[in-house]
């Protein structure tokens, strides 16, 4: 019922949407969706955004063993993000980016399937997590066509430890770009022993319809959003996004090691708003979250060696943000 609410939702805000500007010209949305990408840049020298999400029931596993099982009373995330420009030229530019990552999770009724005598009982913990990256980016031409290539070298950290030095590697080229469409085909390469694949395809695409002010922004495998301009200086993007995320975990009692990473993949669907004020942009996110990967591995294994698995069934989330661009 709720999920038929909500998409139902969505239709009815995407017939609202494409009203306001049913008259414009391509040109004039052209230039329109121009400006709007300008104000609403991906990358924000200072972004904080907090994501809660609704409760949810969830099992668990244990070296392959039934475990624990309950409900994610209360799960908020807190992200901070700094990127300031070290060097920038014309052809190549370096940054560094900080970032702070605060997870808070609170289990209630909790039931230990392995000794069922031990009561139901609540948990609470906290999780705060650091990194700090350096990129390097370099713009040239291939074929006489645009193609940019990226590197970064990050170290990692959690309040009770050290982490790992992690780094990528890619490459994108430019196949087309006109006034309304932009193809892009590239991939990247993980400089991380833990990583779950050495390299990766990327694929994007950036389309304007015609006679209409809906932009598709397709990023492959990482999201599939429709987007358009929504007051002066607002956008609104519906569709999908893949992200993923981590923190580290220690002295869980487990087994002999006393860090581990416990690692997210996660598919988001829903709305997002953005609205700018001069170099502000405020932003809200709601929707369904589907955590498909919930694992516990000891530091620097691989994914595949993890030794708990938490399985959340599907819930609400909303998300505030506010960010920042100083440049």
């Not at 609202?16 to 040109?27: G, I, R, T």
């Amino acid at each position: 019922m709720i999920g038929t609410k909500f998409f139902s939702a969505i239709l009815i805000l995407s017939f609202l949407c494409s009203a306001l500007n049913a008259q414009e010209s391509d040109n004039n949305k052209a230039q329109i969706q121009k400006s709007i990408n300008d104000k609403f840049s991906v990358t924000r020298t200072f972004d904080l955004q907090i994501d809660q999400y609704l409760p949810a029931n969830f099992d668990s596993k244990l070296f392959g063993q039934d475990y624990q099982s309950g409900e994610v009373a209360n799960y908020t995330k807190l992200r901070l993000t700094t990127n300031i420009p070290i060097i920038k030229k014309p052809k190549w530019t370096v940054t560094g980016t900080l970032r702070y990552k605060y997870n808070s999770l609170q289990f209630k009724k909790l039931e230990n399937r392995i000794n069922p005598d031990i009561p139901l009982h609540d948990y609470k913990d906290d999780f705060h997590y650091f990194s700090g990256t350096l990129s390097y980016t370099y713009f040239s031409k291939l074929f006489n066509k645009p193609f940019i290539v990226n590197g970064s070298l990050g170290y990692d950290a959690s309040d009770k430890g050290s982490g790992r030095l992690k780094g990528i590697v890619g490459g994108t080229f430019v196949l087309k770009k006109t006034d309304r469409t932009r193809i892009s085909l590239g991939a990247i390469v993980f400089i991380d022993p833990a990583a779950p694949i050495p390299a990766a395809p990327i694929f994007a695409v950036e389309h304007q319809f015609r006679n209409s002010a809906w932009t598709m922004d397709l990023i492959l495998p990482q999201r599939l959003l429709f987007k358009r301009s929504l007051l002066k200086n607002g956008r609104i993007s519906i569709g999908s996004e893949l992200g993923g995320d981590n923190f580290y975990v220690s002295n869980t009692g487990f087994g002999s090691n006393s860090m581990y990473d416990f690692r997210q993949m996660e598919l988001k669907t829903g709305i997002t708003y953005e609205y700018a004020v001069k170099n502000l942009i405020f932003s809200f996110k709601g929707g369904m979250s589907n955590m498909f990967q919930d694992q516990l591995i000891e530091k620097g294994k691989l994914s595949k060696d993890y030794i708990f698995e938490l399985n959340r069934k599907t819930s609400g989330y909303f998300t505030f943000g506010v960010s920042y661009n100083l440049f």
